[in-house]
């Protein structure tokens, strides 16, 4: 079974939550028939984690995705800063167009950029499925660290939507395309472009990759674009039969 995607690479407003639903309300409009759309991370806010109010911004931010997938008959996956009990989490929200929520809370919280000084790390390994293909959710700084998104037979697909700053941008290229062959999967990602609020330049970098690391599509670098592509689960599965490495992969439990 197939599965149709569009990857929106924008510049994020920094703290500007109506013009960035605004513009991308306009933008999703140019998008055709689609099973999936990916935002980038904190797609409404830029990484403003700092900032103590940012996170009373996330009911209007679930509110526009919820109305977007509706809209558009396609998943919802983008990140938005929320606060749960007295805690607050950088929230990877999977929304479906008959209006279910699920979601992932970032592991790895950046350290450089003090994110652990304001949120709180999530605590589980979580899988999405659509239209057949089980699907694994990475938020950024996710990226740095393989044993987490070690594939243990149970994704076809890895998501990770970013801030990725081009200052490390040939470590995002590499590291997606070593997360696509080590883990035999399709890799989906999404950067962002443009400064945030402290200066900190990002080229994008969006792009997808096949499970033997191959780049199928790539956005070009600081413009504001949607990739649109199909994957093909037989191909994966023809794949991964004809180059069986998961069968000789280390068992481990993490903690």
């Known amino acids: 079974m197939n599965l149709s995607v569009a990857l929106v690479q924008q510049d994020i407003r920094w703290l500007d939550v109506d013009t960035n639903l605004t513009q991308l309300s306009t933008r999703l409009e140019s998008i055709g028939d689609v099973d999936l759309i990916i935002l980038a991370e904190t797609f409404a806010t830029g990484f403003a984690v700092a900032d103590s109010q940012v996170h009373e911004s996330a009911e209007q931010i679930l509110i526009w995705l919820k109305e977007q997938a509706q809209r558009h008959r396609s998943v919802m996956c983008a990140s938005v800063i929320v606060a749960e009990q007295g805690q607050k989490f950088n929230r990877l929200y999977w929304v479906s167009p008959d209006g279910v929520v699920q979601h992932y809370d970032k592991r790895h919280l950046f350290c450089l950029g003090q994110e652990g000084k304001y949120l709180n790390p999530g605590k589980q390994r979580v899988i999405f499925t659509l239209k057949g293909l089980r699907i694994l959710p990475q938020v950024c700084y996710d990226l740095r660290f393989p044993v987490f998104a070690r594939n243990r037979n149970d994704y076809e697909v890895m998501i990770n939507i ?94």
Not at 229 to 238: G, N, P, Q, S, V
Request: net charge negative; proline share 4%; hydrophobic share 40%.
């Open 162 to 255: 970013a801030n990725w700053p081009a200052a490390r941008r040939s470590a995002w290229d590499t590291l997606l395309r070593a997360r696509a062959i080590e883990n035999q999967c399709y890799v989906l990602a999404v950067n962002r472009i443009g400064d945030d609020g402290h200066g900190i330049a990002h080229n994008g970098g969006t792009a997808v990759y096949d499970f033997s690391g191959e780049p199928l599509a790539q956005t070009a670098d600081d413009q504001p674009q949607v990739l649109t592509i199909t994957l093909d689960k037989d191909a994966l599965e023809e794949y991964r039969q004809a180059f069986p490495a998961w069968q000789d992969a280390d068992a481990f439990d993490l903690r």
